[in-house]
């Protein structure tokens, strides 16, 4: 007679623990004090993002905010120069003089926009590499070309909420403004619109945002998060106010799933944030002739 043959268990997982089990290595993460202050900075950050690529794609902007980059690159090394302290001095302070000189230029120049800001963009590139690479020291500024998230700290964190309040209260008061010369300059003109202070007040918040953020995101990179939000948003919808709050969910979600998606895979934050972002941009190219007729 045969013995029978012992049964083995066989352990199923169900979803719900696996859920569950997802859920607790997520919240295990937030024990490290890095994890969390990024976290903060993605909740800070990314809105704002969202907000003004909404201006950025409308006014077809993107050239220009990408050499708000470019001129941070000579903020950083012009900081480190004449010894102001802290790169972030000299970075904040000629990006928004970088900014408002575009702008101010770009308005009384019979050139056109794309030509200025193209000479401005260069020459500050150029300008940045020679004074980094002078003495030997590209090296210690090699970070800003790609940004650390997780380096961020408190004090960090402190300096990005009050950018955040002051950002959300101005783009509130600037708004309507902002919108009638994205839709039509010479309209918001004739209504008594100072056109060029505004424009300019939104590249010295453009510049802000920029400055403060290249240093956790990168400048090869930073451009992308102030138009892949919008040029997602608009690929869907067609109201201004859907347009507006799904570029800030956009840049928000992309934010919380790059950080996430960047820890487990240990690839850098900034840059797989971006790739968050420009799959929900792909993935809304393909719905658009559903949303858009």
Same mark, same amino acid.
């Given at each position: 007679?045969?013995?029978?043959?012992?049964?083995?268990?066989?352990?199923?997982?169900?979803?719900?623990?696996?859920?569950?089990?997802?859920? &607790?290595?997520?919240?295990?993460?937030?024990?490290?004090?890095?994890?969390?202050?990024? #976290?903060?900075?993605?909740?800070?950050?990314?809105?704002?993002?969202? #907000?003004?690529?909404?201006?950025?794609?409308?006014?077809?902007?993107?050239?220009?905010? =990408?050499?708000? &980059?470019?001129?941070?690159?000579?903020?950083?090394?012009?900081?480190?120069?004449?010894?102001?302290?802290?790169?972030?001095?000299?970075?904040?302070?000629?990006?928004?003089?970088?900014?408002?000189?575009?702008?101010?230029?770009?308005?009384?120049?019979? @050139?056109?926009? =794309?030509?200025?800001?193209?000479?401005?963009?260069? *020459?500050?590139? +150029?300008?940045?590499?020679?004074?980094?690479? +002078?003495?030997?020291?590209?090296?210690?500024?090699?970070?800003?070309?790609?940004?650390?998230?997780?380096?961020?700290?408190? =004090?960090?964190?402190?300096?990005?909420?009050?950018?955040?309040?002051?950002?959300?209260?101005?783009?509130?008061?600037?708004?309507?403004?902002?919108?009638?010369?994205?839709?039509?300059? *010479?309209?918001?003109?004739?209504?008594?619109?100072?056109?060029?202070?505004?424009?300019? @007040?939104? @590249?010295?918040?453009?510049?802000?945002?920029?400055?403060?953020?290249?240093?956790?995101?990168?400048?090869?990179?930073?451009?992308?998060?102030?138009?892949?939000?919008?040029?997602?948003?608009?690929?869907?919808?067609?109201?201004?106010?859907?347009?507006?709050?799904?570029?800030?969910?956009? @840049?928000?979600?992309?934010?919380?799933?790059?950080?996430?998606?960047?820890?487990?895979?240990?690839?850098?934050?900034?840059?797989?944030?971006?790739?968050?972002?420009?799959?929900?941009?792909?993935?809304?190219?393909?719905?658009?002739?559903?949303?858009?007729?």
């Amino acid at each position: 007679m045969v013995a029978p043959k012992r049964c083995e268990k066989i352990s199923v997982i169900s979803p719900r623990s696996s859920r569950q089990k997802i859920l &607790g290595g997520l919240i295990k993460l937030f024990d490290y004090e890095f994890m969390r202050n990024a #976290l903060v900075a993605v909740l800070l950050v990314t809105p704002l993002f969202g #907000l003004l690529s909404t201006m950025v794609v409308s006014n077809r902007m993107a050239f220009f905010s =990408d050499s708000l &980059g470019h001129g941070a690159f000579t903020g950083i090394a012009l900081g480190a120069l004449i010894g102001v302290g802290s790169e972030i001095f000299g970075l904040l302070g000629f990006s928004i003089a970088f900014a408002l000189l575009i702008t101010y230029i770009k308005n009384r120049s019979h @050139a056109g926009a =794309d030509t200025v800001i193209g000479v401005f963009s260069s *020459t500050a590139i +150029a300008l940045g590499l020679m004074l980094m690479s +002078a003495g030997g020291r590209f090296n210690k500024f090699s970070r800003f070309l790609i940004g650390d998230l997780l380096s961020i700290t408190r =004090d960090d964190l402190f300096c990005l909420a009050a950018v955040f309040i002051i950002v959300v209260v101005s783009w509130a008061v600037l708004f309507n403004r902002l919108l009638i010369v994205s839709v039509n300059r *010479t309209l918001a003109k004739s209504r008594g619109v100072r056109t060029q202070a505004v424009e300019s @007040a939104f @590249a010295v918040l453009l510049a802000i945002v920029v400055a403060l953020s290249i240093q956790w995101v990168g400048i090869l990179i930073i451009n992308a998060l102030l138009v892949l939000p919008a040029a997602a948003a608009r690929n869907v919808t067609n109201s201004v106010k859907s347009y507006h709050v799904l570029s800030v969910l956009i @840049a928000l979600t992309s934010g919380l799933i790059g950080l996430f998606a960047a820890y487990e895979l240990n690839s850098a934050v900034g840059a797989t944030i971006v790739v968050c972002a420009a799959t929900v941009y792909f993935v809304t190219l393909v719905l658009k002739p559903r949303f858009i007729k």
